[in-house]
């Protein structure tokens, strides 16, 4: 069974900076595109980010240039490495594993449960 | 590509034929998912390819369409699927989901 494991989330001040992790496990990892989906409790879904398997990477533009995704084949994990956090920055920070893609993906086959992370003073 | 999803939410009986529209501001082919979601639940995947039913989603849900409108139909309503549905469009970055319709009971 695939499970996708996400950690990392806090409390933290604006600016600070916070690392989450999604720990991987069921498949061969490095076959795989990861990504980044988050969403306000009670809100709608947004897209953060997407990291290939040869590692080229994707944003949002309301996230570009303060978080950035990574990934460690070795480790069957991907990271999400957030600075500058703001208060538009808190929500549940969900990894989601691409389904077939040729090049393009057939949507988001497996989700992890989310971890939280709030931006407040 | 911005996605506009109708209705935001609808209301419907158990047994009843429900229809979700998704449009797309521009072509999209047939790039577009759609996810049910729980609440405080992760999205679960229900269709890829704008019509291809993900392995194990029961066959009561069917997608179409391609380029700007596509549809969710959901057959016969039972009482698990009153929940939250989104559509996700995957033809390009930044990849962008729809507002979400909610299914109420009446």
């Known amino acids: 069974e695939v499970q996708l494991l996400e950690s990392g989330g806090a409390l933290v001040q604006p600016g600070e900076s916070l690392r989450l992790s999604c720990a991987v496990s069921g498949l061969k990892f490095s076959k795989y595109v990861f990504n980044w989906v988050r969403q306000v409790p009670g809100k709608g879904l947004e897209w953060v980010s997407t990291?290939?398997?040869?590692?080229?990477?994707y944003y949002n533009d309301s996230v570009k240039g303060r978080l950035t995704i990574s990934r460690d084949d070795s480790k069957s994990t991907v990271y999400l490495q957030m600075n500058s956090l703001s208060a538009e920055d808190t929500a549940v920070y969900h990894c989601a594993k691409s389904g077939y893609c040729s090049p393009k993906c057939d949507g988001l086959d497996v989700w992890g449960q989310g971890t939280m992370v709030t931006v407040s003073s | 590509i911005q996605l506009t999803q109708s209705p935001s939410s609808l209301s419907a009986s158990v047994g009843d034929r429900v229809t979700i529209t998704c449009r797309a501001s521009q072509g999209i082919s047939s790039h577009l998912a759609w996810y049910q979601q729980r609440p405080g639940k992760a999205p679960k995947l229900l269709i890829y390819a704008a019509s291809t039913l993900e392995s194990g989603v029961p066959s009561r849900f069917s997608g179409s369409g391609s380029g700007t409108d596509f549809t969710l139909t959901i057959s016969s309503l039972q009482p698990e699927d009153f929940v939250t549905y989104f559509c996700?469009?995957?033809?390009?970055?930044?990849?962008?989901f729809g507002g979400g319709t909610k299914v109420q009971i009446k």
């Open positions: 990291i290939g398997t040869n590692g080229d990477t």
């Open positions: 996700q469009q995957l033809q390009a970055f930044p990849l962008t």
